[in-house]
């Protein structure tokens, strides 16, 4: 009986506290640090791992230029602020899009791009040399290069990192994006913390 009276109380007061229940994330096990970076945002402001301490924040790689996969997740992004604005949970979150194609993707461009989706939401970008590091760390690739005509060509991950509010990467969004899925997620997370 004592046994099993010790057993009970130490799964209830020293276990791992119970992750929420989840549509559309996938959260690890154990949280990854992030390294230290600094990125330009479109207001000229700096973007660095501070900033994301103290939200939940969804980070999304794109470019302004991507034909497809980038506008459709930014405007599933879109519905999912939107649901979570009505719920009252803004100030505890954010949606970062990071460029991976400095050279196009110039302050201006990018403050047009974001906006339209949501003025709220944050864009950035920095060199080759800032942001391979931090994707690698994230598990994320990108790449670009220039076919015969000249034309630049960018691949890159289609995943959204959640980075928690202690600014670590805590887990990922994968497609198919779903906004309601998201934005009851995101409040799932919210709440838990």
């Not at 989840?22 to 096990?29: G, I, S, T």
């Not at 994707?135 to 060509?153: F, Q, W």
């Not at 899925?181 to 913390?193: M, P, Q, R």
Request: overall charge negative.
């Amino acid at each position: 009986m004592a046994v099993a009276l010790g057993l009970w109380l130490g799964q209830r007061f020293f276990a791992a506290p119970e992750q929420p229940k989840l549509q559309n994330a996938v959260l690890y096990q154990a949280p990854r640090a992030i390294p230290e970076f600094h990125l330009t945002r479109a207001d000229g402001k700096p973007l660095t791992l501070a900033d994301w301490r103290g939200y939940w924040t969804v980070v999304y790689f794109g470019y302004t230029s991507c034909p497809d996969v980038c506008p459709t997740t930014l405007t599933t992004f879109k519905q999912a602020w939107k649901d979570l604005a009505a719920r009252g949970l803004t100030d505890k979150l954010r949606f970062d899009f990071i460029s991976v194609d400095p050279q196009r993707d110039t302050p201006d461009v990018l403050h047009k791009y974001v906006s339209y989706f949501d003025p709220a939401f944050v864009a950035a970008t920095g060199i080759d040399d800032e942001l391979t590091p931090l994707t690698r760390a994230m598990g994320l690739v990108y790449s670009r290069s220039t076919d015969a005509n000249g034309k630049i060509e960018v691949d890159h991950s289609a995943a959204a990192v959640i980075v928690d509010p202690q600014g670590r990467e805590a887990g990922i969004f994968r497609p198919p994006f779903v906004a309601k899925a998201i934005a009851d997620d995101l409040a799932a997370l919210a709440a838990s913390h």
